[in-house]
């Protein structure tokens, strides 16, 4: 059974730093990953897909990395801000009939100022 | 603005009632899913839909039910609540089933007493 962690559940770094979010998993073979962000209160939304195929995604100040053999992926953040304060989920796709989303239980990053 | 709607944001109800939570997308998106959010548990999918008129089975299907009468509404109903129902319901959507960035709605927060 596909397991997804996230380590640490809560980070706090001064602004200006930059950081990485770790996401493993226990079953290498995998499908699609996906990174969250979720603010206090409110709903998912999207950042990044990294296709199993591909070894990193980047979005602006973002990068996620994907290494299917050691069951890895990372977000790194670059000169962190106060804005980025929140719960980022990574969520591995488990089927590729249904899109049944797999998450991890998040890490929950503040960025003082 | 496109995206997904849910109704109600929060919810209050009494054990053994019955529940419509609804969720509308406009984005003209094939597949919707309906997740809960639980601390120390994530998210997990209860039930999905590939296109309107057929629906399946997730992670946590008992106690609930959908139906995908069109393309944009994906209602979940508890037929008779109960307080471990307590949880946070997320609606998402994607343009194709499988292997697809998900789009997530604000949520519907629902206490069951």
């Known amino acids: 059974k596909q397991e997804v962690t996230q380590i640490p559940a809560a980070l706090s770094v001064p602004e200006g730093e930059n950081l990485v979010l770790n996401c493993s998993f226990t079953?290498?073979?995998?499908?699609?990953l996906q990174w969250f962000r979720q603010d206090p209160g409110k709903g998912l939304t999207s950042l990044l897909l990294?296709?199993?195929?591909?070894r990193e995604q980047t979005s602006g100040r973002l990068n996620a990395s994907l290494d299917k053999s050691s069951g890895r992926s990372t977000l790194y953040i670059a000169a962190s801000q106060p804005g980025d304060s929140a719960t980022y989920l990574c969520a591995i796709h488990g089927s590729s009939n249904t899109g049944k989303l797999i998450f991890g239980q998040g890490t929950t990053l503040q960025v003082k100022p | 603005i496109a995206g997904i709607t849910q109704a109600p944001t929060s919810q209050i109800l009494a054990a053994g009632r019955r529940m419509t939570l609804r969720c509308t997308q406009d984005?003209?998106?094939?597949?919707m899913y309906w997740y809960r959010q639980d601390l120390g548990l994530g998210l997990r999918l209860i039930h999905y839909s590939n296109t309107a008129g057929t629906t399946g089975k997730g992670e946590v299907p008992d106690g609930y039910s959908v139906s995908r009468a069109n393309t944009d509404d994906f209602p979940l109903t508890l037929a008779s609540a109960v307080p471990s129902q307590t949880s946070v319901y997320f609606c998402a959507s994607s343009d194709q089933p499988g292997l697809r960035l998900q789009f997530f709605g604000p949520g519907t927060r629902l206490t069951v007493l």
């Open positions: 990294i296709q199993s195929s591909q």
């Open positions: 079953d290498s073979a995998i499908y699609n």
């Open positions: 984005m003209r998106h094939n597949a």
